[in-house]
């Protein structure tokens, strides 16, 4: 008679095995993931709402096509404010190469906003002028506006009265006024790449906030 004996050794499993092998682990852990984003999103503190600086006045030009162009049409809207010349030097055009970076970070929220740059020598920028200048800029029609008048004391009258600016002169050129769907200027902005970046922060706050809907 044959007998055949075995021995064997049974290895305790350690609680991360059970774990791992549970299938309501798996069920907690996965709701854990999906919920837990949301959690974090529903009651995240978002920065302190940027200040109102001043209102703007009810204000209308003309656009590089000739036609009317104000703040009707941009009611509703998040939008930039920069000042330039056609005539522009090299200053200049790197400012205008900083609102071309500006356009393409912007392009998921056009709907939502637009860019619009004004003259500060409107006897040369005609709107013909104007848009040569903006098509040499690849600028989005659709989004990036550029402005004149064939009244210059106007464009005067919205610079002091509009934008508060009593003496023009070049260092405009490298700012930004932001101003939000009220038509409220919410802040001012250098043009310079680190500025730029906080600029998309806050563009991107005054558009989602629910306050401005209301």
Known sequence: METTATLGYIRKETLPQRMVRSK??????LGFLFSYPLYRSYYRVLPPELPIQFNLPSYELTNEFGKGFGSRDLDGKVYLVTFTKSTCDDFCMKNMGYLQKIQQRMKGVKKESSLVTISLDSKVDTPEV??????????????????????????????SDGFRIKAVDDTYM?????????????????????????????????????????
Do not use: C, Q
């Open 130 to 159: 104007l848009h040569k200048f903006a098509r040499s800029l690849d600028s989005n029609p659709f989004f990036w506006n550029f402005l004149t008048s064939k009244e210059s004391n106007k464009v005067s009258k919205l610079l």
């Open 24 to 29: 309501t682990f798996w069920v907690v852990m």
């Open 174 to 214: 490298e700012k930004l006024f932001l101003v939000d769907r009220r038509n409220r200027v919410r802040g001012l902005y250098k043009l310079d790449k680190l500025t730029i970046n906080k600029l998309m922060i806050d563009i991107g706050l005054l558009i989602n906030r629910d306050e401005l809907y209301k």
